[in-house]
């Protein structure tokens, strides 16, 4: 084999998602059975490589990661009001989501990449963010 021809292929096979990876919707809502400002659901455990997909079911969400709460080396994100936004977690570790619009009501999420049961909070979360995580963390023990 030509030694471009085998780099080529070396490249292709490391930036190439997986074929085993997955995707996982959430869903954001106002207003559901489970309560208001609401990501469903409010925790994945998700293999590295997977794919999360945020899907505003009704207007006005958005997903971001929180400053703070982003394993180190992760690079954050922030969709758009109203889009239906892709990402692609690669980096171990715990992720907290926000919806920036309603992130004082609590609006949050916890997506687990990997096996990384800790995590920290900023000292800034807002008060219903901290009751959402701390409800999330209890209903998903390690």
Request: a negative charge; hydrophobic letters at 40%.
């Amino acid at each position: 084999m030509k030694p471009i021809v085998l780099l080529l292929s070396v490249l292709t096979a490391l930036t190439a998602r997986p074929a085993w990876a997955e995707t996982h919707e959430v869903q954001m809502y106002t207003r559901n059975a489970s309560g208001p400002m609401i990501y469903e659901p409010e925790f994945l455990r998700i293999a590295p490589g997977d794919e999360v997909r945020f899907i505003p079911v009704q207007p006005g969400h958005n997903a971001a990661t929180i400053d703070g709460m982003t394993p180190e080396g992760a690079a954050p994100f922030k969709s758009q009001i109203n889009e239906d936004y892709t990402v692609t977690l690669t980096v171990p570790g715990r992720y907290g989501i926000k919806c920036s619009p309603h992130f004082a009501m609590g609006m949050v999420m916890l997506i687990e990449v990997g096996n990384s049961p800790e995590t920290t909070f900023p000292a800034d979360l807002p008060r219903r963010a901290q009751d959402r995580f701390d409800a999330i963390l209890a209903a998903n023990p390690e």
